[in-house]
């Protein structure tokens, strides 16, 4: 159960504020509503039709944000934007935040800091900032990794790629980059993914979508 966190006193301290990481390590999973590894007729066939939504993930393995602490800590960027996740967003997006409940007042700001700096535009409007478990579990499958993910009212499941030829597609090349920037990640197949939360007006839940990613990131 999830609590939510003083919106307009966070808003502040994201004002012109200064970044200055060291070091942050960790996994990061995003699954969207329209497909990524697939061919161009496929990937034109979204446009403005669907993929205006996705759930976005960092789990913190170690490091700092603004001499702040954040090691084993999670944050979510649940988003819905007004065109189709492709190579940019040209309209408004806004998003809702899931914060870890392990945080400290401090460790939530800058968590959510480094969303907004990993995430650029796509978070610029956030519409509410809760607070929930993380759980973000990584699971080896031959050269690969699959993940499960829970937090709030989102989740994202996803299953590793047969590299040489799978079922879901015949061609696994990534057609679309990752959303988050600095991000070292491959396309995986979302068995499941969705948003049953408030504030954004709106909720999904898709199964065996070609439309996530999963990876790890490195903030110097």
Known sequence: MYRGLALAALLLVFVAAP????????????????????????????????????????????????????????????????????????GPAKAVLIVDNKASKAQREALVQLVRDQAGELVRNIVAVESAEVDLTVCECKDEACVKLRAGKAHIETRCLDSKHDKACGNESAYWPPLAKGVKAKAAMAVEHGFSGKGLNETWKETDRRGAYIGSFDIR
């Open 19 to 90: 970044v200055n990481a060291a070091g942050i390590t960790g996994q990061y999973v995003e699954a969207r509503t329209c497909d990524v590894f697939t061919g161009p007729c496929f990937a034109n066939a979204d446009t403005s039709l669907t993929g205006k939504n996705a759930v976005m993930a960092w789990k913190i393995d170690k490091g700092t944000l603004n001499n702040v602490r954040l090691d084993g800590l999670g944050v979510v960027a649940v988003v819905q934007a007004s065109d189709t996740f492709g190579l940019k967003q040209t």
